[in-house]
C-alpha cells in the first residue's frame, strides 16, 4: 500500500538530482568561460588576412585599440608579429593610451616596429594628450607619419592616407586612398566620395559577445561592429583592436592585427 508513494518520491528524488547535476555542469562551464575570457583570450592575437584585390599593389598592416596599460610583454609580442610579415607599410588608428603615464613606455615599444607606420589619434588619446608630438617623433622614426589632420602621399606605392579632416583635398592621380578614421560610423556623413580602403577602430568588435544573448556587451556600432563591410563610400574594416577597455576581458572577439593586400 505504500509502493506509489515511495515511487513517487524516488522518481523526485532523480529528478532532483539530475537538475543539481545540470545546474553544476552549467556552473562550472560559466567558470570556464570567465576564466577563458579573462586569462587567455585578451592575448591570444589574430592575424586576419583580407584579399581586396586580385593584383594586389600594396599590403597593409591594420592595428588599432591598443589601450596600454603596463603589459609590456604583450606589446612587445604585437610589435614582434607585425614586424614579421613582408608588409609596405602600418596603420594605426587610434586609443593607444588611456593614461598619460603610460605613454611613454607604449612609444618605446612601438617605436620598435620595422616598417612605416603612420597613425591617428583615437578618443582616449585625446582625452588625455595635450600634445601629440611625441607621437609624431615616434611614426617618423619609422619612416611614416602620425596624420591627425594631414594626408601622406607614399609616391613609391602609390597610396595616399588621408583623414576626415583633408579627405576632400585634391587626389593623387593613379593613387590609390585609403582613409584613416577611429569611428568606423562616421563612414555614414562621407558624401561624394570614394576611397580603396577605409581603416577603422573603436569598437572592440564588441569585446565580450555572449551567444543567444547578445552580439556584444560593451558599447559597439550596431551596424559596423567588426570586419569587412562594404560601404558607398568604400570597402570598411573594423578591427576588433589589440587591447581592452573597462574590463581586462574578450570572449568570442580575439584581438587582432590584420594584414590587408590592396
Same mark, same amino acid.
Given at each position: 500500500?505504500?509502493?506509489? !508513494? ?18 553544476? *555542469?552549467?556552473?562550472? *562551464? ?15 592575437? &589574430?592575424? +586576419? ?28 609580442? /604585437? ?10 607599410? @602600418? &596603420? ?8 598619460? @603615464? ?70 593623387? !592621380? $593613379? ?21 580603396? #580602403? ?9 569585446? /565580450? ?8 556587451? #560593451? !558599447? ?5 561592429? +567588426? $570586419?569587412?563591410?562594404?560601404?558607398? &563610400?568604400? !570597402? #570598411? ?26
Amino acid at each position: 500500500m505504500f509502493s506509489r !508513494p515511495m515511487n513517487v518520491i524516488a522518481v523526485l528524488k532523480r529528478a532532483i538530482a539530475r537538475a543539481l547535476s545540470l545546474v553544476g *555542469v552549467f556552473m562550472l *562551464v560559466v567558470v570556464a568561460c570567465i576564466i577563458y575570457a579573462r586569462y587567455i583570450e585578451p592575448t591570444w592575437l &589574430c592575424v +586576419r588576412h583580407v584579399r581586396l584585390s586580385q593584383v594586389p599593389t600594396v599590403r597593409v598592416i591594420h592595428i588599432t585599440d591598443i589601450h596600454f596599460k603596463g603589459d609590456t610583454q604583450y606589446l612587445e609580442k /604585437v610589435v614582434r608579429i607585425i614586424n614579421e610579415p613582408d608588409a609596405d607599410l @602600418v &596603420c594605426f588608428t587610434g586609443d593607444l593610451i588611456e593614461d598619460a @603615464v603610460f605613454l611613454k613606455e607604449a612609444l618605446r615599444i612601438l617605436s620598435k616596429v620595422n616598417k612605416p607606420m603612420y597613425g591617428i589619434p583615437g578618443n582616449h588619446d585625446e582625452w588625455v594628450i595635450r600634445s601629440f608630438d611625441d607621437y609624431r617623433a615616434v611614426f617618423q622614426a619609422t619612416g611614416g607619419q602620425w596624420l591627425d589632420k594631414i594626408s601622406a602621399p607614399i609616391p613609391s606605392r602609390k597610396v595616399e592616407l588621408v583623414t576626415m579632416a583633408c579627405m576632400n583635398e585634391p587626389k593623387q !592621380p $593613379g593613387y590609390k586612398r585609403i582613409l584613416l578614421e577611429h569611428y568606423p560610423g562616421a563612414v555614414t556623413q562621407i558624401r561624394n566620395e570614394h576611397f580603396d #580602403l577605409i581603416l577603422s577602430g573603436h569598437t572592440h568588435g564588441g569585446q /565580450v559577445r555572449i551567444p543567444f544573448v547578445s552580439r556584444y556587451v #560593451l !558599447p559597439c556600432e550596431d551596424t559596423y561592429d +567588426r $570586419g569587412l563591410f562594404q560601404t558607398s &563610400c568604400g !570597402p #570598411l574594416y573594423v578591427n576588433p583592436g589589440i587591447g581592452t577597455y573597462h574590463t581586462n576581458m574578450r570572449f568570442r572577439c580575439r584581438p587582432e592585427i590584420a594584414v590587408i593586400d590592396l
